[in-house]
């Protein structure tokens, strides 16, 4: 077989320098993310149970770990998954039920998720910073 040389340049297949992603496929790769966080966070969770029913020093072990400003963080991180994971999973619903399938109010629902993702996380710490009273 004879060899042709090229006389034009092959296209470039998109890649992230070149192609900017839709917030839907953002929305959707982060959504993935969550819910393999959300297995790590349930253990976290677990865990803290566990240390409950085991003994009241290792409760306190235990809960003095997720007091610490990186325990505080990840919990954080692990609420802030769990809401955009939620969001996530309504805005498929919603896709499911036939609505919301045009590209503009697929990006504005997914843009809503987001959001709505972060004020819920803000507003679950905030209420329980007031109900602790810390």
Not at 14 to 41: C, D, E, N, Q, W
Request: proline share 4%; no cysteine.
């Amino acid at each position: 077989m004879s060899k042709i040389p090229a006389t034009q340049a092959r296209p470039l297949s998109p890649h992230l320098t070149v192609y900017k992603p839709p917030i839907t496929m953002t929305t959707s790769i982060l959504h993935r993310i969550t819910g393999g966080a959300l297995y790590f966070g349930t253990l976290l969770v677990a865990w803290w149970l566990i240390a409950a029913a085991v003994s009241e020093s290792y409760f306190n072990f235990v809960d003095w770990i997720f007091g610490t400003w990186i325990g505080r963080l990840v919990l954080f991180g692990y609420t802030w998954a769990l809401m955009l994971h939620m969001m996530g999973g309504i805005r498929h619903f919603i896709w499911d039920a036939g609505a919301g399938l045009e590209k503009r109010t697929a990006s504005k629902i997914a843009w809503a998720s987001l959001i709505a993702s972060v004020v819920l996380t803000v507003l679950i710490w905030v209420v329980g910073y007031m109900v602790r009273g810390a």
